[in-house]
């Protein structure tokens, strides 16, 4: 089992910054590919940002290139997610899931086997 918690949320003015944090424990974090996802009101949960348990790979689902970058920290069980430029359209609850691989990461929630609870992120105009 890995458990996994949220931290860093809050409300921002469009353009602002934050940079959220999962961390991990349970089993050993390396071994685990990371993704964040994020869910808007009225929404399905959507995908974000993914990174390989050896952090040498990403992937960004397209309105987020450029403005955020997820890394991660294994010696801390923790994976980043730094937000620049945010719009309010960013708004939404954001998750961090994990899921362990050999190599790669998924872009979809049905590759991910744990998950946290969320952290709030409003960007307001």
């Known amino acids: 089992q890995v458990q996994l918690v949220e931290s860093g949320g809050g409300l921002v003015q469009a353009g602002g910054s934050l940079r959220l944090s999962c961390a991990a424990s349970?089993?050993?974090?390396?071994?685990?590919?990371m993704g964040w996802f994020r869910q808007a009101p009225g929404k399905e949960r959507e995908f974000v940002a993914a990174?390989?348990?050896?952090?040498?790979?990403?992937y960004y689902v397209n309105s987020v290139k450029g403005r955020f970058t997820i890394s991660r920290d294994n010696a801390k069980n923790t994976v980043y997610l730094q937000m620049n430029s945010l719009k309010p359209e960013d708004t939404a609850v954001y998750y961090c899931?994990?899921?362990?691989?050999?190599?790669?990461?998924?872009?979809?929630?049905?590759?991910?086997?744990?998950w946290g609870q969320g952290t709030q992120v409003t960007v307001s105009s």
């Open positions: 899931a994990a899921e362990s691989r050999d190599y790669g990461y998924s872009t979809s929630s049905r590759g991910y086997s744990y």
């Open positions: 349970g089993r050993t974090f390396s071994r685990y590919a």
């Open positions: 990174i390989s348990w050896m952090g040498g790979s990403t």
